[in-house]
């Protein structure tokens, strides 16, 4: 059975009296471990279709499962439980907690997990260390490069072990050989392990992914 | 990293806003303290001062007549059956139950004399406990040391055209003015005053007096049990207590207290809009913040504890700083409102305990809706923003 499994995902939004149709019915399959990048132009729906697999977004109609679990048919905040221990964030603009350092940054997951605080701060600076920024631990956010503040981002992502790492445009706002930095460091957090599911616009970072996945319209090519 | 990390390094952030959230509601904690050690000094200052110096208890000779007395004009009465009271009785005042509460007694007797052709009223009294007694005296001269001075009311000083230092002449007898009473605006300032032996003797009332009046401290024995121990000692005599006095000045303390509360009142809602707009507007600025929090996995109950320990250690501290900063201005302003130069501040842990007390409570509550609206924003609309 696959990691994730999307069925006939449909979203649609108000507007007034108009409903856009963000969303018309996805059928995703992504097994554990794969690295798929999401791509598509402006409006068809990429940065929808993760905050669904994110599980922050219900789905108008259809099914989100993940390793067995129905995700919008969790009760309460269980869904929020389920994101804190099985799915990692990495935003465009990094939002990182500026009046946090980088290893506080990363250990902002595991401040609502029962951990002692060596065990979490030990966590932090593993992760910042896979990224390459176990120097940096004390620096805040903006002491750091774009991307360096790109590579805590997925630090904190990845602290807290995530089955499934979601990314939205994280190379968005950084240069071109930033970029590729950040592309090999996620193939190789995938190389060992790490399902990776990614929204990109640009084509160059297909290349780094399994497999790609494009949306037009808000249904799948 | 717990989530009392989050909330100390923000309020180390954002010094600025969080300084002026602390301001906003110590101040008006610092007014409440003021306001009400304010209000407890000064019914302190003045219950001594009223204690100390006030007649609140009359003892006048039994008699079964009606007084015909209003405002000042007397149309006479019928009087019958009039007893006097002895001086010798008034030392039992002083062994009742309660009496160590009694601060003074000035015996006066009262009698009717005919000096430079005018009818005057003479009042023989013991000029320490009077003096004691009526601080609000003041006079022009000296008070009279011996038993030929005398001390005018100010008409009676000007009908009879006598200025202190000069003499008047009582039954043949010659007395010095010893002093001239400033215009009281009472009967005293009708009055000629001499010592109570010598008045005794003019009047031919040796051993007897028309009335003793009685300074009580009031604030720890009920007056009304004063009363009426001092009539089970003297039988013959009527003992009253001067409710008007007592309930008049109580009034208007009680004015101002609910003068005071009402203006904490306001001072309160204003304190807490301060906190409430503060908070909603922090809550807005970290939309994004929030919805990361979210995002990764914050229940809404971490953010609302996020945004109320916030709180909670900003009032603290607001409490801590409105107490003292409080209890500074009411030393400061105490010597102006009150009666007396040497008030007292009262000092109180109730009022030390309440300020921090109610500045979390207000903290909090006001902090609440802004906490309820953090928590329950939509991560999706986080991702959005970005």
């Known amino acids: 059975m696959a990691l994730i499994e999307l069925h006939s995902i449909k979203k649609q939004y108000s507007s007034g009296d108009d409903v856009v149709e963000a969303l018309r019915g996805v059928d995703i399959s992504i097994e554990a471990g794969e690295f798929i990048t999401i791509m598509g132009q402006s409006g068809s729906g990429k940065s929808t279709l993760l905050s669904v697999l994110g599980g922050m977004n219900h789905p108008t109609s259809g099914d989100v499962e993940m390793a067995g679990v129905k995700l919008y048919q969790l009760p309460g905040e269980k869904l929020a439980d389920f994101r804190a221990q099985n799915l990692g964030f990495v935003f465009q603009s990094f939002h990182l907690i500026s009046y946090l350092t980088a290893i506080e940054n990363v250990m902002l997951p595991l401040a609502i997990v029962r951990m002692t605080s060596v065990a979490k701060r030990s966590a932090a600076r593993t992760a910042l260390e896979r990224v390459g920024l176990g120097t940096k631990l004390d620096r805040l956010p903006n002491q750091l490069s774009g991307g360096e503040q790109e590579r805590v981002a997925i630090a904190r992502a990845i602290v807290n072990n995530p089955h499934i790492l979601l990314a939205d445009e994280p190379t968005g706002n950084l240069d071109s050989r930033t970029s590729e930095e950040v592309m090999a460091l996620f193939r190789e957090l995938n190389d060992a392990g790490q399902t990776v599911v990614m929204v990109t616009h640009n084509p160059d970072n297909g290349r780094y992914a399994d497999r790609t996945i494009t949306l037009k319209d808000g249904l799948v090519l | ?386």
């Open chain 2, 1 to 386: 990293m717990k989530l009392h990390t989050i909330s100390i390094n923000n309020l180390k952030r954002r010094k600025a806003k969080m300084a002026f959230l602390t301001v906003g509601l110590t101040v008006g904690i610092a007014t409440i303290v003021t306001l009400v050690t304010l209000t407890r000094s000064m019914s302190g200052d003045i219950e001594r001062k009223m204690d100390e110096f006030g007649a609140n208890i009359l003892v006048t000779p039994q008699s079964n007549g009606l007084s015909m007395n209003y405002g000042g004009i007397s149309l006479g009465g019928v009087t019958f059956d009039q007893r006097e009271i002895r001086e010798d009785d008034l030392a039992k005042i002083k062994t009742i139950t309660n009496h160590k509460n009694i601060s003074a007694i000035a015996p006066k007797v009262l009698g009717g004399i005919k000096v430079a052709g005018h009818d005057v009223l003479l009042v023989g009294v013991d000029f320490d406990s009077e003096l004691k007694m009526k601080q609000w005296w003041k006079i022009f001269g000296d008070a009279p040391k011996g038993d030929h001075e005398v001390l005018l009311g100010s008409d009676a000083s000007k009908v009879l055209n006598a200025s202190f230092g000069e003499n008047i002449t009582i039954k043949g007898e010659t007395f010095k003015v010893a002093g001239v009473l400033d215009q009281t605006g009472s009967q005293d300032d009708a009055l000629v005053f001499a010592s109570l032996p010598k008045a005794q003797k003019l009047l031919g009332k040796e051993g007897r007096i028309t009335l003793a009046e009685v300074a009580a401290l009031c604030s720890g024995c009920p007056i009304g049990d004063m009363v009426t121990q001092i009539a089970e000692k003297l039988p013959d005599a009527k003992v009253s207590a001067i409710q008007q006095v007592v309930e008049g000045r109580l009034k208007a303390l009680d004015q101002f207290k609910r003068f005071s509360y009402a203006m904490a009142g306001v001072v309160v809602f204003i304190g807490s809009l301060i906190v409430f707009v503060t908070m909603m507007g922090s809550v807005n600025e970290r939309t994004v913040e929030i919805g990361v929090f979210r995002a990764i996995g914050f229940r809404k109950s971490h953010i609302m504890r996020i945004i109320l320990l916030e709180a909670a250690l900003v009032s603290l501290l607001a409490g801590l700083l409105g107490y003292a900063v409080g209890m500074g201005g009411a030393k400061l302003a105490l010597p102006f409102m009150a009666e007396s130069k040497n008030a007292h501040l009262v000092w109180d842990t109730t009022v030390a305990f309440g300020s921090i007390g109610l500045a979390l409570l207000l903290g909090l509550l006001a902090s609440l809706y802004p906490a309820l609206h953090a928590s329950k924003m939509d991560p999706t609309e986080a991702l959005r923003a970005l």
